[in-house]
């Protein structure tokens, strides 16, 4: 099928019409699988690391490639500690309650972190959310009785969902909230997926892991998941592949 790139080491036996029908759970990511708020997500990120560099005099600026390779799929404060590695920047983590307008100097990770989500939420209320269009005609595609979860970093989910007019479609949502609770490492760790599927009733291999971020098709690799689709949202095909996609498409229409 045009658009779908298999992992013959992981599963040379996979075709896209057994992904819909031959798992009993299904497990999506939010961000950049169901809804275009990766974006979102894109956009306070390069604005919040890019008002922190220049308040530091850093020259290097924050770009696109520094969130595929840093953010992407984290929970958030693990995202803001790893870009902050990669620039050699040390700062103290901080507390969940840290406020978002931290003055220049004092900034805690987590205090960095608050201000991206401000940033997201304020963006979002703006402009609205909707599906992709391809991946309501893959939800609407899939068999009746197929056991459906949200495995998300965000602690927005729940409002996406709603906002996207999606929520009763899933059973369950595993979001940031849901791993801080629970005591769960987040992505690229298996466990937030993992925990989706025992909510679910059902072991790993008998589900299907939907990712657009590297680091989260990782963790369904590591979990052992019956397959694990890489949706190229814009990391890139080879690399979702190396992470351990054993497909990987541009829109889940094409597996509809």
Do not use: C
Request: hydrophobic residues 45%; proline residues 6%.
């Amino acid at each position: 099928m045009a658009g779908v790139t298999p992992d013959a080491d992981r599963s040379p036996s996979l075709d896209p019409s057994h992904v819909r029908t031959g798992f009993r759970a299904h497990l999506f990511d939010l961000d950049g699988v169901i809804t275009p708020t990766a974006e979102v997500h894109m956009r306070a990120w390069a604005r919040m690391f890019s008002d922190f560099l220049a308040s530091r005099g850093v020259a290097e600026p924050y770009t696109d490639a520094d969130y595929f390779a840093f953010v992407d799929g984290k929970p958030r404060y693990d995202g803001v500690a790893s870009f902050l590695a990669s620039r050699g920047i040390e700062l103290p983590l901080g507390e969940d309650t840290d406020p978002a307008d931290q003055a220049p100097g004092e900034e805690t990770v987590k205090g960095l972190g608050n201000r991206k989500n401000d940033q997201v939420l304020e963006l979002l209320r703006a402009e609205g959310v909707a599906p992709y269009p391809g991946t309501v005609a893959y939800l609407d595609a899939l068999p009746e009785g197929a056991r459906l979860a949200i495995v998300s970093s965000s602690r927005n989910a729940e409002e996406v969902l709603r906002g996207a007019g999606l929520r009763d479609r899933f059973e369950h949502v595993v979001d940031g909230n849901v791993a801080a609770r629970e005591g769960l490492p987040g992505k690229p760790a298996p466990d937030t997926f993992v925990h989706a599927a025992r909510l679910l009733g059902v072991e790993p291999a008998d589900a299907v892991v939907y990712e657009d971020a590297v680091s989260g098709v990782r963790a369904g690799a590591d979990g052992a998941f019956g397959a694990v689709i890489g949706v190229d949202r814009g990391a890139g095909a080879a690399a979702l592949s190396a992470a351990g996609a054993t497909l990987v498409v541009a829109d889940l229409e094409e597996l509809a």
